[in-house]
C-alpha cells in the first residue's frame, strides 16, 4: 500500500497500460485477429496504438474496420491487376507487330510477299517498266526496208547529183526537191542563193525550210567544196548547216548522206576530186550522226566497185551517175528508211 502512496503517477500509468492492454486482446478477440498466430508476435498494447493511429477505437466495431480495409486492398489488387494485364499486352501487340514488321521486311528483301502487300511491291513494276520503256526509246533505230510513200513528207538538198535523182529517178512523185547544180555547203546559209522556186517566188532555203515542215530531210553535198579550204573549215561549215537545218526542221530525221565517190580513172589523175579527199570527208560527216534523229548513210555501198571507185560503166563524166543508175541510188534509199515506233 506504501508503494501507491509512494509512486501514484507510476501506479496509474501501469494500471493504464493494463486496462489498455486486456481493451487490446478483447479487441482482437472481438475482430478475430487472435485467432491467427501471426498476430501472436504483436503485443496488444501495440495493436490499440496502431489501431488509435488508424481511427480505430477499443470501442469500435473492429470488423467493419477490417473489412473495409479488405475490400480496399481487394479494388487495388484488381486495378493493379487489370493496369498490369492492359500493359502487358500493350507491350506483347507491340513486340508482335514489330516482329510482324521484321517477318515483312524480310518477305519484300527475299521476293515472298503476300497478296496483301502487293500494292506495296508492285508499285516496283510499273516502275521498272518505266525504265526499260525509256531504255527501249533510247536505243539506236535500225535501217528497214520502206516504200515510195515514205518520201511524201521529205525533202532532198543538195548539188547537182541531187538535181540528177530528182530528175530520173521517181521520188520527185511524192517528194520535195531543194537542189541546184553548183550549189555548195557554204552558200546553204552563209552566202544564201535564193534557188528555189515556189510559184513566182524566188525563196533562200532557209525561207523555204521556215515555211515548210519535213519528217525527212536529205543532205547530199560536198563534191563542189573539194578545192576550198580545208577538210576541217569544210566539216566545220557542214555542221554549221546541219544544225541550222535542225533548228528550222525541229521535228525531222535527218539523213547526212556521204559524198558520192568518183570513177578510178578521176580517182587516179586529180590531185583534188579524188576518193581520197573525199573519205577524209566522209569520216568527219559520219560523226555527226547519233542514231536518234540524226543517221549517216553512205550510197557508195551501192554505186562503188570492189576498189571504192564509182563503177567507171556507171558513169559518163567520171563524177555524176548514167541516168538509168539513180534508181540505184533510189533503190538504196529505200533499204535505209528510219521509222520511229
Not at 40 to 47: C, D, F, G, I, S
Not at 150 to 155: K, L, R, S, T, W
Amino acid at each position: 500500500m506504501s508503494f501507491w502512496k509512494k509512486c501514484p503517477l507510476l501506479a496509474a500509468v501501469i494500471v493504464s497500460g493494463l486496462v489498455i492492454e486486456g481493451a487490446g486482446v478483447a479487441n482482437g478477440v472481438k475482430s478475430g485477429e487472435i485467432e491467427n498466430p501471426a498476430s501472436w508476435k504483436q503485443p496488444a498494447l501495440a495493436t490499440v496504438f496502431i489501431d488509435l493511429k488508424q481511427g480505430v477505437y477499443p470501442w469500435s466495431d473492429r470488423s467493419v474496420q477490417t473489412a473495409a480495409m479488405d475490400a480496399a486492398d481487394v479494388q487495388k489488387d484488381r486495378i493493379t491487376e487489370e493496369t498490369g494485364g492492359q500493359t502487358n499486352e500493350e507491350n506483347g501487340g507491340e513486340k508482335a507487330g514489330q516482329m510482324a514488321n521484321a517477318d515483312r521486311d524480310a518477305d519484300h528483301k527475299n521476293g515472298t510477299g503476300d497478296e496483301n502487300e502487293a500494292g506495296v511491291s508492285g508499285n516496283a513494276v510499273p516502275g521498272k517498266a518505266a525504265e526499260e520503256t525509256q531504255e527501249a526509246e533510247e536505243e539506236p533505230l535500225e535501217f528497214t526496208h520502206v516504200d515510195k510513200e515514205y518520201f511524201a513528207d521529205a525533202v532532198f538538198i543538195g548539188d547537182s547529183r541531187t538535181q540528177g535523182l530528182y530528175e530520173y529517178s521517181n521520188l520527185a512523185d511524192v517528194a520535195t526537191f531543194y537542189s541546184k547544180t553548183s550549189l555548195t555547203v557554204y552558200n546553204l546559209f552563209e552566202k544564201p542563193k535564193d534557188f528555189i522556186r515556189e510559184g513566182d517566188e524566188k525563196l533562200t532555203l532557209e525561207q523555204a525550210l521556215s515555211r515548210h515542215q519535213f519528217k525527212k530531210v536529205y543532205l547530199m553535198i560536198g563534191i563542189n567544196e573539194m578545192g576550198t579550204g580545208t577538210p576541217e573549215s569544210f566539216f566545220e561549215a557542214y555542221a554549221r548547216a546541219v544544225y541550222k537545218i535542225r533548228e528550222l526542221q525541229p521535228d525531222a530525221i535527218i539523213f547526212v548522206q556521204g559524198i558520192m565517190r568518183v570513177a578510178g580513172q578521176k580517182n587516179a589523175s586529180d590531185p583534188v576530186f579524188n576518193n581520197t579527199n573525199i573519205n577524209i570527208r566522209n569520216v568527219e560527216i559520219e560523226t555527226l550522226a547519233n542514231g536518234k534523229d540524226i543517221f549517216y548513210i553512205d550510197v557508195n555501198e551501192a554505186v562503188c566497185d570492189e576498189n571504192g571507185n564509182l563503177y567507171a560503166d556507171w558513169t559518163f563524166d567520171q563524177i555524176h551517175l548514167k541516168a538509168k543508175y539513180y534508181q540505184v541510188w533510189e533503190n538504196f534509199l529505200m533499204e535505209h528508211g528510219i521509222v520511229k515506233k
